[in-house]
């Protein structure tokens, strides 16, 4: 009786999740919530990573093309475009604030933006998001 209890909870917890389904680089496929987890860059003496760990900064992608963020840019709103494997955001606020574009990546099943637009990373950067909602 023991291990019909220990199957049946082996298959409810392998059954699969939203965030671990896979997602297309597509303005579909990033509808949802996603969570800065990991930054990567290079100052010029070498790749550094940041430790993989929840950052509290979101951004979320609404149907309408709308986006809202959380912590992560200098502008909490807004409305995005997806063309070619990059985003654009084009931002909402009282303060100008350049629209930015960033490459579209995966890493497993999280989503790595590398900023292209206005500003380059000469030496490379990417920001990894994990999907939480």
């Known amino acids: 009786m023991k291990y019909i209890w220990i199957l049946v909870l082996v298959i409810f917890s392998s ?12 303005a579909e496929g990033l509808i949802g919530t996603w969570e800065h987890y990991q930054s990567q860059g290079n100052t010029g003496g070498g790749d550094y990573w940041t430790p993989y760990e929840a950052s509290g900064r979101t951004i979320t992608f609404f149907p309408d093309g709308k986006f809202s963020a959380v912590d992560y840019f200098g502008c909490t709103e807004g409305e995005f475009t997806v063309a070619d494997k990059s985003v654009t955001f084009f931002f909402d606020c009282e303060e100008e604030i350049p629209d930015l574009t960033y490459a579209l990546g995966k890493k497993e099943s999280d989503l790595v933006l590398s900023l292209i637009a206005p500003y380059i990373c000469i030496e490379g950067c990417s920001y990894i998001f994990k999907k939480i909602e």
């Open 15 to 26: 059954c699969n999740r939203e965030d671990d389904q896979p997602f297309e680089l597509t």
